[in-house]
């Protein structure tokens, strides 16, 4: 090394303590970077897991929809299957009244010969 100054107006007794001020300055940056590359990984993982729970909500939205569309199905089928037994016991009621009303059993004549 030279004992002349180096570019600047350091001088050789001042080198130590811009060296160790440059190192300290050096860890400092260092340290930052660090934190933002952890930082900057939490986020990916973060997402990564942001992006897992929204394709996990997906995949049961569309479960959920599949069996909302089987479950309208099925109470449609009920439904009509509900109108189709309705109108068949109203024949049959129907159906009932006119033999006992062809009998001579009308509901006035029956319930007076039930009674004591």
């Known amino acids: 090394m030279t004992d002349r100054p180096a570019t600047g107006s350091i001088t050789a007794d001042q080198a130590p303590t811009e060296i160790v001020a ?7 940056a260092l340290e930052a970077l660090e934190s933002a590359v ?22 049961d939205r569309s479960r959920l929809a599949d069996e909302l569309d089987g479950a309208l199905v099925r109470s449609r089928r009920l439904e009509r299957t509900n109108r189709e037994i309705a109108a068949k ?12 009303d062809g009998a001579g059993l009308g509901e006035e004549q029956h319930a007076a010969e039930e009674a004591p």
Do not use: K, N
Not at 22 to 28: D, E, I, M
Not at 39 to 55: G, H, M, N, T, V
């Open 89 to 100: 016991l109203d024949a049959a009621i129907g159906t009932i009244r006119e033999v006992l």
């Open 38 to 59: 952890e930082r900057r990984a939490e986020a990916d993982r973060d997402e990564d897991e942001l992006a897992s729970r929204i394709q996990a909500l997906g995949a």
């Open 22 to 28: 440059a190192t300290r300055r050096l860890a400092s």
